[in-house]
């Protein structure tokens, strides 16, 4: 009787222990999803930016927190580019291309998300985020005027680009290296764990129509953190006017080495 009852308890065992392990993993994910999703860099409060070319550094107030931008400026620019970053680094990794908008004739306006850089706060929801893209938005597109404004949003930053686009119009939305959701990343690395638990979905496969700008989506061949298939499916689904530009051989984060994508960018941008 004792021999059988040690059996059963093995058993039980061996039943639920990977049970309990996955009910483990998943409270963890869930818990951590800001640390996976937003591992931004911090600045010191006293960094000091240091750019061969015009700029300025603008403090944001937004709802509990102040967001930290950067604005270059051109003397007579075609227009503004509004670029939202992706989910690592932070204004001062971010910003090592930026000759290039002086070479378009486009002034740059980039902002750190809450937690990163000298911006202070810590992200708590996805919503949060959008409204923190709109009050920066709103204190700068006015300057503009009579010009194109183009939102470029580049891996984590083509979900909140997408949705600020659909709310907006601007006169042109890039995507580089987007995701369709955050729902589809997740069941790429975890396949087995429900979508319910994804606190920050990024639905870009469902906003994407709403968008009525036209809109470019460019992706590497060899993009092996998002693969070409997520830009592939926002382009059947987008409702207006797009493309995709496809770079030979770039990865995740190389994509901007390629000439084919300053060409590309270059060709597209409204203003000339």
Known sequence: MIRKT?????????????????????????????SLLFPGTKLPDDYRFDFDLPFEEITIPVDGAELNAL?????????LVFFLHGNGGNLQSWTSNIRYYQQVNY??????????????????????????VRAAWDRVA?????????IYGRSLGSA????????????LLILVSPFSSVVAMAK??????????????????????????PIIFVHGTDDRLIPLSHSELLLERATAPSELLVIDGAGHSDIHRYESYTEGLTAALPGG
């Open 107 to 132: 002034d740059m306006f980039m902002l750190d998300y809450r937690g990163y850089g000298k911006s202070s706060g810590e992200i708590e929801s996805e919503a949060q985020m959008h409204a923190d």
């Open 6 to 34: 040690w059996w059963l308890r093995v058993l039980a065992f061996l039943v639920l222990a990977p049970v309990l392990s996955a009910a483990v993993f998943a409270s963890h994910l869930y818990v951590t999803q800001e």
């Open 142 to 150: 006015a300057e503009y005027d009579g010009k194109p404004i183009v």
């Open 160 to 171: 909140v680009a997408t949705k600020l686009a659909a709310d907006v119009d601007p006169a």
């Open 71 to 79: 604005h270059f400026r051109q003397e007579n620019p075609r227009g």
């Open 188 to 213: 790429q690395e975890y396949p087995y764990l429900p979508a319910s638990l994804v606190r920050y979905p990024f639905r870009t496969d469902e906003l994407i129509g709403k968008v009525k700008s």
